[in-house]
């Protein structure tokens, strides 16, 4: 009998972790986020429009597609592209999220300069779809 209480605890402690891992929490999104970011310096657009949900949406109505093409062409203009996010304002949800952060964008053809370089203040919506979060809406507008 004097088994039963700890059996007790150890299933619950169990089903409680169980539960716990089901949906992604703050350092999943802080990943996503990140390997957005990496997409992005390794100038991959099909890794960027991964990161994006079906039904994505940007400034102006940019959709995924356009998003991914978007990319595309800014990967064509610069050799090299950089992103230099802030600290991160994570706001969680059930299975939602935004995140919002200021960013240095550079871009440049390899040279120990960038060509370009822009300041972005960022908003994001993220969701949990399938186990992993996808970005669901971006606003980014010119910063300080």
């Known amino acids: 009998m004097a088994n039963k209480p700890r059996a007790w605890r150890v299933l619950l402690t169990g089903l409680l972790l169980a539960g716990c891992a089901g ?3 703050e350092a999943e999104l802080r990943d996503a986020v990140g390997g957005l970011r990496t997409a992005i310096e390794q100038r991959d657009a099909s890794a960027v429009e991964g990161a994006l ?4 949406i ?3 109505g940019l959709d995924r597609d356009g ?9 064509l203009r610069h050799r090299e592209t950089g992103v230099r996010p802030g600290p991160l304002d994570v706001a969680m949800s059930d299975g939602y ?4 952060f200021t960013a240095v964008v550079t871009g440049g053809a390899g040279r120990a300069l960038p060509d ?3 300041i972005y203040n960022v908003s994001t919506a993220w969701r949990v779809e399938e186990g992993d979060w996808r970005l669901v809406s971006a606003e980014w507008t010119p910063g300080p």
């Open 58 to 60: 940007g400034p102006d």
């Open 53 to 56: 949900a079906e039904d994505f």
């Open 67 to 75: 998003a991914r093409r978007m990319a595309a062409v800014m990967f």
């Open 97 to 100: 999220a935004t995140v919002d």
């Open 23 to 25: 949906e992604p929490g």
């Open 116 to 118: 370009a370089a822009s």
